[in-house]
């Protein structure tokens, strides 16, 4: 498991890196700055939980089966999170109204506040 929490850390640290570039370089001509704003902080969003999850991976001193909960929290949380406020801010260009979609994002964001409480419960736990 802890392969696939570190490969999985990694791809999402190279997705937010690819999509930062698109936000910073691609969207400009496309949405607003508001817009820009928003997808700015889901990349943000999901960089800093790529890099928890690359650290998570190589936590060794915690039972697997936290790993295994703090991770799906986490990966639940950067896709309902992260990628609903991407699919939001993208609508437009589509020529799509994906806002009906928009109650996702706060789920994703408990999603991922449940997983630092249980990261957080987890090493509390450590003997």
């Not at 999509?19 to 817009?35: N, P, T, Y």
């Not at 993208?90 to 999603?111: K, Y």
Request: aromatic share 12%; proline share 2%.
């Amino acid at each position: 498991m802890n392969r696939t929490i570190l490969i999985t850390g990694a791809i999402l640290g190279l997705i937010a890196v690819l999509l930062g570039a698109f936000g910073a370089h691609g969207l400009e001509k496309l949405v607003d700055a508001d817009s820009i704003d928003s997808f700015t902080t889901g990349v943000r969003y999901q960089m800093y939980h790529a890099i928890v999850c690359v650290v998570l991976g190589n936590m060794t001193i915690l039972p697997s089966k936290s790993q295994k909960r703090i991770f799906y929290l986490f990966l639940g949380g950067i896709t309902l999170f992260s990628g609903s406020i991407y699919l939001l801010v993208i609508d437009e260009v589509l020529g799509i109204s994906l806002s009906s979609i928009g109650f996702i994002t706060p789920l994703g964001g408990f999603l991922l506040i449940f997983g630092w409480i249980l990261f957080i419960i987890s090493l509390f736990k450590i003997k």
